[in-house]
Structures are given as structure tokens and as C-alpha cells.
């Protein structure tokens, strides 16, 4: 009788440094990465953090307080325009960016799921073949003991 290989998860790639990620998904999002992706993903994630909002908040709360308390600095007087066209700017930019971020996120979700497919695929292919191996071409036991199974499974069928 011929010995099965060990079934083993898939070696690590040589560590050169970088962090490396397992799943396909994590390894299409983040190890091949153009510098345009890069960017973009270091931009949102320094715009959805509490960081960003505490200094921004900070940094507001100064400037109208400069502008209001140091009559001598006053580069920006009420209504405050030129911070308002900065806000403009800003969400000009921030808009696209997070935009570009979700599509990105798409992609990744996307790959997850054709992966996840792919080994529930290869799982229930294995479980197929055991039980054939085991209780034989007309065996009916799973039918049998679970109808509760074999009506999910023709439900998933019809949806596949
Ligand atoms: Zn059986």
C-alpha cells in the first residue's frame, strides 16, 4: 500500500527581511504592492485613526484660537476662510483616496472568497473519496442519518 504524503501547510517563502503573509488574499494586498497602493494604503490608514483625529482636532483648535486670541499672527481672521479651503482640499483628496482604498478592499475580499471556494471545494472532494473508499459506491448512510444535510446540501447545489 502506497503512503500518503503528510499532508503539511505550505513552507514558508526565505525571510528576506519583509513581512510575508500566508493566505492569497494578504499576499495579493500587501506583497505586491505598486507604489501608487502603497501610498494609498498608508494614506487611509493614517486617515482612519484616532491619531489623525485627536492631532487634527489639536491642530484646528489652535489655529482658531490664533487666530481669535493673537491679533498680531491673525493670517486666517474669521469666518476662517483660508482653514475652511484647506478642509476643501483635504476632503477633495481624502475622497478619492478612500474610494480607492474600498475598491482595493473589494479585490482582496474577493480573493478570500474564491479561496475559501477553493478549499471547502477540495475538502468536501476528499470527504467524497474517503467515504467512497469506506463505505462504498451505494452507501446511503449520510442521507440516511442526516436529511437535515442532505437538504442543505441540495439547496447549496441549486444555488452554486
Ligand atoms: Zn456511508
Redesign the pocket.
Same mark, same amino acid.
Request: with cysteine; hydrophobic share 45%.
Given at each position: 500500500m502506497m503512503m500518503a504524503a503528510p499532508l503539511t501547510w505550505p513552507a514558508d517563502r526565505p525571510d528576506t527581511g519583509r513581512r510575508r503573509f500566508r493566505h492569497p488574499a494578504n499576499r495579493y494586498r500587501h506583497d505586491h504592492r505598486t507604489p501608487g497602493q502603497r501610498l494609498a494604503d498608508s494614506v487611509t490608514g493614517v486617515f482612519g485613526s484616532w491619531r489623525y483625529i485627536v492631532i487634527q482636532t489639536v491642530v484646528v483648535l489652535l489655529w482658531i484660537a490664533a487666530n481669535i486670541l493673537a491679533v498680531a499672527l491673525r493670517w486666517d481672521p474669521y469666518p476662517f476662510i483660508l482653514l475652511n479651503l484647506l478642509f476643501s482640499t483635504q476632503a477633495a483628496y481624502a475622497a478619492p483616496l478612500i474610494l480607492l482604498s474600498q475598491n482595493r478592499q473589494a479585490d482582496t475580499d474577493r480573493v478570500k472568497a474564491e479561496h475559501d471556494y477553493q478549499v471547502n471545494q477540495l475538502a468536501l472532494q476528499y470527504l467524497i473519496a474517503w =467515504?467512497r473508499s469506506t =463505505?462504498g459506491d451505494d &452507501?446511503h &448512510?449520510?442521507q440516511d442519518t442526516e436529511p437535515i444535510v442532505e437538504g442543505m446540501l441540495i439547496t447549496l447545489a441549486r444555488k452554486l
Amino acid at each position: 500500500m502506497m503512503m500518503a504524503a503528510p499532508l503539511t501547510w505550505p513552507a514558508d517563502r526565505p525571510d528576506t527581511g519583509r513581512r510575508r503573509f500566508r493566505h492569497p488574499a494578504n499576499r495579493y494586498r500587501h506583497d505586491h504592492r505598486t507604489p501608487g497602493q502603497r501610498l494609498a494604503d498608508s494614506v487611509t490608514g493614517v486617515f482612519g485613526s484616532w491619531r489623525y483625529i485627536v492631532i487634527q482636532t489639536v491642530v484646528v483648535l489652535l489655529w482658531i484660537a490664533a487666530n481669535i486670541l493673537a491679533v498680531a499672527l491673525r493670517w486666517d481672521p474669521y469666518p476662517f476662510i483660508l482653514l475652511n479651503l484647506l478642509f476643501s482640499t483635504q476632503a477633495a483628496y481624502a475622497a478619492p483616496l478612500i474610494l480607492l482604498s474600498q475598491n482595493r478592499q473589494a479585490d482582496t475580499d474577493r480573493v478570500k472568497a474564491e479561496h475559501d471556494y477553493q478549499v471547502n471545494q477540495l475538502a468536501l472532494q476528499y470527504l467524497i473519496a474517503w =467515504h467512497r473508499s469506506t =463505505h462504498g459506491d451505494d &452507501c446511503h &448512510c449520510v442521507q440516511d442519518t442526516e436529511p437535515i444535510v442532505e437538504g442543505m446540501l441540495i439547496t447549496l447545489a441549486r444555488k452554486l
